[in-house]
């Protein structure tokens, strides 16, 4: 398994590269900021924590994993929760979205900050996993109350809340079964956790093509104003 996970592992890292590249590119080439949500800023704080980070920014500067892992997984709500606010015309689902927020954000300060750091407290994963979960569902539910002319799965926000609500589902279950498992049965542990990672590479996979939509969607309204 040892080999399996360094090669997934790689093909995680590509994954994200190959998204934070398209991102910029969409920015830096094309001019897609707001269009694409400033998605750019979240896929290049990834890359900084997830994939430089714990290998070599951590070995360099001695740095303890939750020192990097928690303000990520604050930034992370922070920014889906910029994210989807755009998204929603009532005061109702602005209210919900911000709610989530605020106690997802609240309780992880509180939980980490009851052990103390370098600890990393994992009810704070919990919290970022429970706001993934209910805000993409929100945003499904508020797509089936306000439907509009335009396919729902060119838009960006669908690939997104699905990557989410993929990858929360599943690390919901991993989270909490996997603890049970690695007590009772080591081989379906290691199972679990290839399974993950083959999912961590899915939901990257899900937002690139999500800023593909993007891409899409700007050069059919440049077309049109040609015309």
């Not at 998605?39 to 980070?53: H, N, P, R, S």
């Not at 303890?64 to 930034?75: A, M, R, V």
Request: hydrophobic share 55%; glycine share 4%; proline share 1%.
């Amino acid at each position: 398994m040892l080999v399996i996970d360094k090669f997934l592992d790689y093909i995680y890292n590509i994954v994200v590269i190959l998204a934070m590249i398209y991102s910029l590119y969409l920015w830096v080439k094309k001019g897609y900021t707001a269009k694409q949500k400033y998605f750019f800023v979240y896929l290049v704080i990834v890359f900084i924590v997830d994939v430089i980070g714990f290998e070599y920014i951590r070995k360099a500067f001695n740095i303890h994993q939750t020192y990097l892992f928690f303000p990520f997984i604050i930034f992370s709500i922070l920014y889906f929760r910029y994210f989807y606010v755009q998204e929603y015309k009532t005061k109702k689902d602005h209210y919900f979205l911000n709610t989530i927020s605020a106690i997802s954000i609240g309780m992880s300060f509180y939980f980490q900050f009851s052990i103390g750091f370098p600890q990393f407290n994992n009810n704070v994963f919990l919290m970022m996993i429970l706001f993934f979960l209910l805000a993409s569902l929100q945003w499904f539910l508020y797509i089936i109350r306000f439907v509009d002319e335009q396919n729902i799965t060119v838009k960006q926000s669908f690939w997104v809340s699905f990557a989410l609500l993929f990858w929360s589902i599943f690390a919901l279950f991993r989270m909490y079964l996997g603890t049970w498992l690695y007590n009772y049965n080591q081989d379906i542990f290691n199972v679990i956790n290839f399974l993950f990672s083959i999912c961590n590479i899915m939901m990257y996979s899900f937002f690139i093509k999500g800023l593909r939509c993007v891409d899409f969607d700007g050069r059919r309204m440049i077309k049109k104003k040609k015309k």
